[in-house]
């Protein structure tokens, strides 16, 4: 006898009564961290990143679930029913300076980065029922760079100077934009212009008082370099040295070394203003003393013999 009444007790004689079924859940999550060496594996010994958004899309690529890494770069999502899923770190909110380390590196699942290196998003992940998946991570590697400066005087022409300053990138990374030149001129100078010789369409330079400031707006990559020539005038005798310095977006940080950021270059004094000092041999004025010399020895020649003609 069955009484059609579902309760799946013991004494319950209706063996009619479906079964239930509780499908465990998933989860899925890991890790974001500073790749130090750049491997893109995560070492030991390598820092979480926290404050990192992280969103969760289903196989159709439909939010499904957000989090953000805890204090040690760790995120987690849980209570996943079975099915296909992908993690999006979200780029825009790494720390600035920094960027997503190479792709899957290595043959170890749990230690590589799997974040694509510009939209953040990982390949597809299918989880089965009571999974959990704590391999899905980012590397980040902090941007570095080298800028050195190397300032000359160019030329000289009466009492105007050109003055070039030569900005060049060591790398490994892209110095981030702006990059900031300024050349405060010393009293002894008067400012004509300014202009990038080899970026002028991304360069900008602007004057207050002795200062002048050039400005590049976009990154400059490694291996790559900036020339920016100052006009000036002089006034007085006295030797002259200008001084620039140049600095990316970010200041120091990211520079691997702090002290060649300036350059100075030094203009010789002279004997008269506005003329350039006779520091050698000059061949032309040589020829021309030694014909004034020999005309004057054939004047005299021909006067000695004009005179013998006479007597």
Request: charged share 20%.
């Amino acid at each position: 006898m069955t009484d059609n009444v579902i309760d799946n007790t013991e004494s319950d004689e209706d063996d009619q009564d479906p079964a239930l079924v509780t499908v465990p859940s998933a989860e899925l999550g890991d890790t974001v961290f500073v790749d130090t060496n750049r491997d893109g594996i995560q070492d030991p010994d390598e820092a979480g990143v926290p404050d990192v958004s992280v969103t969760l899309l289903d196989g159709e690529g439909n939010t499904v679930g957000a989090a953000t890494t805890d204090a040690q770069g760790m995120y987690l999502f849980t209570d996943l029913a079975p099915g296909d899923y992908q993690v999006r770190f979200e780029t825009a909110t790494i720390p600035e300076g920094t960027r997503v380390t190479l792709t899957d590196q290595g043959s170890d699942d749990a230690a590589d980065s799997d974040a694509d290196t510009v939209t953040g998003l990982t390949p597809v992940v299918t989880l089965v029922a009571g999974e959990s998946n704590l391999t899905i991570d980012m590397g980040v590697i902090v941007e570095e760079h080298d800028l050195t400066l190397l300032k000359s005087v160019k030329s000289r022409t009466g009492n105007t100077v050109v003055w070039s300053i030569a900005v060049a990138n060591q790398g490994p990374d892209a110095a981030p934009a702006p990059l900031t030149l300024t050349d405060d001129l010393p009293a002894a100078l008067t400012f004509v212009s300014a202009a990038s010789t080899d970026r002028a369409s991304e360069t900008s330079c602007t004057q207050a008082g002795q200062l002048i400031t050039c400005i590049l707006g976009s990154d400059l990559a490694a291996n790559e370099s900036w020339t920016v020539e100052i006009t000036t005038t002089v006034s007085g005798t006295a030797a002259v040295t200008n001084t620039a310095d140049v600095r990316s977006r970010d200041g120091q940080q990211g520079e691997q070394i702090l002290g060649n950021k300036a350059g100075q270059a030094e203009l010789a004094a002279t004997s008269t203003p506005g003329v350039i000092p006779f520091t050698g041999s000059n061949s032309g004025l040589l020829v021309l003393l030694g014909l004034l010399l020999m005309g004057g020895g054939v004047g005299i020649l021909l006067n000695e013999r004009r005179r013998s003609a006479l007597r």
